[in-house]
């Protein structure tokens, strides 16, 4: 299953490290990329994070193939088959080596500059990268680590080519991944979100891991809901049991329940995306299938906007029930015929939905119930998806609550082309956080 954003695959690689809560342990992430993993799995096991800077050399005329990687500290991985093979010679080598030097040195001054670099003596070193094709960089990694004292070198990965890790086993004290899949062609393509992260947010990263202090992590203070990121079964009266994935972030201000399309689930990369982006805004999220399997053969069901709509009002009572999230206000999410189900949601006596966001929605299957919706709600829409962009604007002219539909230009009605999907998930934040910090503070 692919991960969301390097932020997920972090979430999703602590679930297994839960035996090094508690050991004398710090977290090293790989710059640049595997730095946010590291901050989740810093975070999850409370342990101090820092960063082992290492630098891949590549092959003189395909730089993204490894060769070998050079270490902070001067450990040097060479891999001689493959130098041979791409036919480098010893002073291309010594001069790719000398470039890598200079570019090492620069960042370990920058990085440094925010953070001193944590000893190892002694302790558990945990590597972590965004992934690994070749080892050759996470490689030098472990090495530098052991050079630095390290006592146990753990190397862990959301995803690592199968050959790969065979090999590193060997290599290290400990080899955790989260997938290691036989077809590997890169490690980009078991990311939705695999933007390059930037020197910025390294720095960024490492200030924030400098100002909190990792033992012991701290308690949720009272009326915090706690850290959670469960799967979950959601228990409606009248209703089957649902699957759902349920994350509610420490200080939660609000909680979005989403409802996915039809041909889609829970495990919707694309509602994944939206869902990640909302809990780093502080707001608790459930991702919910409101048919069973058996349901969802027949297509009748999948286009039953009263039925969808009366388990998902069942959910939101199951959201307002769970420790943590009584009193915080909830809105809707709804992509495709969920759109619907929320839109139709949101009307039922009591519902109390503090606001409605619809991704490439089809408001048309509620229109009975439109002119009642009363939340604030927002209609985002692709500029390329034409047929349901002109459905949006008749129901939008049907509704009589604050509402609006921005349009995201270029976006077809999955969102698949560059930067589309980002921008609608940065329209459902702002629109969720302006709006359920209203809610908050009307019931404060």
Known sequence: MP???????????????????????????????????????????????????VRKLGVP???????GALGEDGALVVDADMVRRAHVSEAELSELERRARAEIEQRVRRFRAVRPRIPLAGRTAVVVDDGIATGSTA??????????????????????????????????????????????????????????????????????????????????????PPARDDEVTVVTAGAPPLPGRFTVPEGARGVVVFAHGSGSSRHSPRNRYVAAVLQRAGLATLLLDLLTPAEEVHRANVFDVELLAERLSGAVGWVRQQPGCRGLPVALFGASTGAAAALWAATEPGADVAAVVSRGGRPDLAADRLGEVRSPTLLVVGGRDTMVLELNRRALAAMHCPARIAVVPGATHLFEEPGTLEQAAQLARDWFVDHLSTADQTVG
């Open 3 to 53: 991960f969301v954003d390097r932020y997920e695959a972090g979430r999703r690689l602590a679930e297994r490290l839960p035996h090094l809560r508690g050991e004398d342990v710090v977290v090293l992430g790989l710059p640049r990329g595997g730095v946010p993993v590291a901050s989740e799995v810093a975070r999850a096991i409370g342990a101090p994070m820092d960063v082992i800077v």
């Open 61 to 67: 005329y395909q730089p993204e193939l490894a060769m």
């Open 139 to 224: 490689r030098a990694a472990c090495q530098v680590a052991r050079a630095q004292g390290a006592a146990r070198v753990v190397l862990a990965v959301p995803v690592c080519a199968r050959d790969t890790a065979i090999r590193l086993r060997h290599e290290v004290d400990e080899l955790e991944c989260v997938e290691v899949p036989d077809r590997f062609y890169g490690v980009g393509q078991f990311y939705f979100d695999f933007r390059q992260t930037s020197d910025d947010e390294v720095v960024d990263l490492l200030r924030r891991a400098a100002t909190v202090e990792p033992h012991p992590v701290p308690a949720p203070r009272a009326g915090e």
